[in-house]
């Protein structure tokens, strides 16, 4: 099962871009969905996460900047990226849990089932 993630680019720090997730593979109403980002040399990181009936979870480095959505109808979630820093240069993943309970564990990489393969997201100072 793939998930396509899109959207990524260079950009300025301050600048704004919205990561795309979409799949044709896997419907993903049934599923909590998120996002994970991993910079060179470093372990994959939970950016935000949204469950089955739109509870929005994010990690601590995004919080206020970053908006995170789904739209069932499209098969798609959304990661509005806003005043982005350099920091936040990554490769952008999109996954997709079939956990029971999402409000324990939606950080965690293996209470995900499936992945994309990431979208290179570059902010420059």
């Known amino acids: 099962v793939q998930l396509q993630a899109s959207g990524g680019g260079l950009v300025q720090a301050g600048g704004s871009l919205r990561l795309s997730c979409a799949s044709s593979e896997l419907t993903f109403r049934p599923y909590h969905m998120g996002w994970f980002r991993q910079a060179p040399g470093k372990e994959r990181e939970f950016v935000a996460g949204?469950?089955?009936?739109?509870?929005?979870y994010f990690g601590d480095a995004v919080k206020g900047r970053f908006t995170i959505s789904r739209d069932n109808a499209k098969n798609t979630i959304y990661l509005q990226m806003n005043a982005l820093k350099p920091e936040d240069t990554a490769v952008f993943y999109c996954a997709a849990s079939r956990r029971a309970s999402f409000s324990v564990g939606y950080g965690a990489t293996d209470s995900y089932n499936y992945w994309g393969r990431g979208t290179q997201v570059t902010v420059s100072s």
């Open positions: 949204i469950s089955r009936s739109g509870v929005t």
